[in-house]
């Protein structure tokens, strides 16, 4: 049992990993606390069901229970995801940031920003939960004693290269360097020529499209429901403030921390104290290590 709530949790933490990365981003560039960032979840795993709902049934044939359908629903969903995101900051927290508002008016305005995608959310899809697929999976034995099914297995892969394929966009692609620049110095940045309102676009699109991920793997793995990304969204933090803000493998390593005490928590507690975990986790870090458990040395 042990085995397999370890395995459960690294699958959970990776789904938290995406989410964690694509808000530590934006806290460490825009500076401030991005609590619409759960409804972008909810907003990317919704996008790939319509898609898939939409896509002809020979398309979804294939190894895993969605078939081949998910793959253009994964690039469909980032892109308005990211597209949300920037509509988000253009209509709402650059004209805030041209009035020289405080850090705790955007973190105000991003509540209402999160309950307006919310409420949308109800208007166009219902309370209703949905699934991807409702065909059925026999699981697979991964290792003695472990097993997964099909689905996971792919989200576990997938996670991985997402997460190696963004370390090298944001380490070599002028972009990435741009973007990291940025969370050092905006004022250096800028007085060295950097675009600054094109390195904030480009981390919107960045944090929409982690987050449109991180729904639908959520969603792939159990349920999509109107209040998803609301639920993982004290994970999400918890796992971004673990790992050290503005961290990418800070942001996995936190969210692995953040999935596996989850998991594991459920052989020793009831399960309705699992939701506990993370804030108990944010609590113990805030009190021993502020600055989460890298240091600003090792961030991206």
Same mark, same amino acid.
């Given at each position: 049992?042990?085995?397999?709530?370890?395995?459960? *949790?690294?699958?959970? *933490? +990776? @789904?938290?990993?995406?989410?964690?990365?694509? /808000?530590?981003?934006?806290?460490?560039?825009?500076?401030?606390?991005?609590?619409?960032?759960?409804?972008?979840? =909810?907003?990317? &795993? /919704?996008?790939?069901?319509?898609?898939?709902?939409?896509?002809? &049934?020979?398309?979804?044939?294939?190894?895993?229970?969605? !078939?081949?359908?998910?793959?253009?629903? #994964?690039?469909?969903?980032?892109? !308005?995801?990211?597209?949300?995101?920037?509509?988000?900051?253009?209509?709402?927290?650059?004209?805030?940031?041209?009035?020289?508002?405080?850090?705790?008016?955007?973190?105000?305005?991003?509540?209402? @920003?999160?309950?307006?995608?919310?409420? &949308?959310?109800?208007?166009?899809?219902?309370?209703?939960?949905? /699934?991807?697929?409702?065909?059925?999976?026999?699981?697979?034995?991964?290792?003695?004693?472990?097993?997964?099914?099909?689905?996971?297995?792919?989200?576990?892969?997938?996670?991985?290269?997402?997460?190696?394929?963004?370390?090298?966009?944001? =380490?070599?692609?002028?972009?990435? #360097? &741009?973007?990291?620049?940025?969370?050092?110095?905006?004022?250096?940045?800028?007085?060295?020529?950097?675009?600054?309102?094109?390195?904030?676009?480009?981390?919107?699109?960045?944090?929409?499209?982690?987050?449109?991920?991180? !729904?639908?793997?959520? +969603?792939?793995?159990?349920?999509?429901?109107?209040?998803?990304?609301?639920?993982?969204?004290?994970?999400?933090?918890?796992?971004?403030?673990?790992?050290?803000?503005?961290?990418?493998?800070?942001?996995?390593?936190? *969210?692995?921390?953040?999935?596996?005490?989850?998991?594991?928590?459920?052989?020793?507690?009831?399960?309705? /104290?699992?939701?506990?975990?993370?804030?108990?986790?944010?609590?113990?870090?805030?009190?021993?290590?502020?600055?989460?458990?890298?240091?600003?040395?090792?961030?991206?």
């Amino acid at each position: 049992m042990i085995g397999q709530a370890i395995a459960d *949790g690294i699958l959970t *933490g +990776g @789904i938290l990993a995406l989410g964690a990365i694509g /808000y530590s981003l934006c806290s460490q560039i825009l500076k401030f606390a991005n609590f619409a960032h759960g409804e972008l979840l =909810t907003w990317g &795993a /919704y996008i790939g069901l319509a898609v898939i709902s939409f896509m002809p &049934a020979g398309e979804q044939i294939g190894p895993f229970s969605f !078939g081949w359908s998910l793959l253009p629903a #994964i690039v469909i969903a980032c892109v !308005g995801t990211g597209l949300i995101a920037i509509a988000m900051d253009e209509l709402v927290f650059s004209r805030l940031r041209g009035l020289r508002a405080n850090r705790l008016t955007l973190v105000f305005a991003s509540f209402g @920003i999160a309950l307006m995608l919310r409420h &949308a959310i109800l208007l166009f899809w219902g309370s209703d939960a949905y /699934y991807y697929s409702t065909a059925l999976q026999m699981s697979i034995e991964v290792l003695p004693d472990i097993r997964m099914m099909p689905d996971q297995v792919f989200v576990l892969v997938l996670t991985a290269l997402l997460v190696l394929g963004l370390h090298l966009f944001l =380490t070599h692609s002028r972009v990435g #360097i &741009a973007m990291r620049s940025m969370a050092d110095n905006t004022a250096l940045s800028q007085v060295c020529g950097i675009d600054i309102r094109n390195v904030v676009r480009w981390t919107w699109m960045l944090g929409g499209a982690l987050a449109a991920l991180a !729904g639908i793997f959520a +969603g792939l793995t159990v349920q999509i429901r109107p209040e998803l990304g609301f639920n993982m969204l004290l994970a999400l933090f918890a796992a971004a403030i673990l790992g050290g803000s503005g961290n990418l493998f800070g942001a996995v390593a936190g *969210g692995l921390i953040v999935g596996l005490s989850e998991s594991l928590s459920t052989l020793v507690l009831p399960t309705g /104290y699992k939701a506990a975990i993370p804030f108990v986790l944010l609590l113990i870090v805030l009190s021993m290590r502020p600055q989460g458990l890298f240091t600003k040395s090792s961030r991206i």
